[in-house]
């Protein structure tokens, strides 16, 4: 990828297409907003391509990271993560999380991140050193899922 690719935060209208188009495929736009999107303390981000150091196109992946509590301690729940189908498996999702979580935890202070991980992005999940912590669970009309989470040091 080397220098053809950046991660930007962004607003939620800059990814929102993405997310419902991979997340939500066939279902009403308003069902990829998501809860604490608009809340001061979220962050979105997207992963652009570049040329010649400039964003060009639409946002290939992107997240969103919505403060939250876990255990009762302080953490970012990661939600929203979509890549688009063209550029899926080709370490985008790796170099926007990596981003986010140092950008999160240098700006906050908050070293704690969880999510709920559909069941066929545990692996994605684990070999950035996530963590499952429950066991496999259905949301409704989106499929199974398993909580995990991630401290950093």
């Known amino acids: 990828m080397n ?3 950046t991660v930007v935060q962004v607003s939620l209208k800059d990814i929102f297409n993405l997310r419902h ?4 495929p066939g279902l009403p736009k308003e069902t990829a907003l998501f809860d604490g999107d608009y809340e001061l303390f979220t ?14 196109g639409k946002p290939l992946c992107c997240a969103s990271f919505k403060l939250d509590t876990l255990n009762k301690r302080d953490s970012y729940r990661l939600r929203g993560m979509a890549t688009d189908k063209n ?3 080709r370490g985008l999702g790796s170099l926007l999380i990596s981003h986010a979580e140092s950008f999160i935890a ?4 908050v070293k704690l991140f969880w999510c ?9 999940y684990y ?13 409704k009309g989106v499929g199974p899922h398993h909580k995990m989470k991630k401290e950093l040091v």
Not at 116 to 124: L, Q
């Open 127 to 139: 070999d950035r050193g996530w963590r499952a912590f429950s066991d496999e669970f259905e949301i």
């Open 43 to 56: 962050y979105h981000f997207a992963v652009y391509k570049t040329r010649n150091g400039r964003i060009v």
């Open 116 to 124: 709920n991980a559909r069941s066929s992005a545990v692996k994605f």
């Open 87 to 89: 550029w899926q498996g």
């Open 106 to 109: 240098n700006k906050t202070g």
């Open 21 to 24: 188009d991979i997340l939500r």
């Open 3 to 5: 220098g053809k690719f």
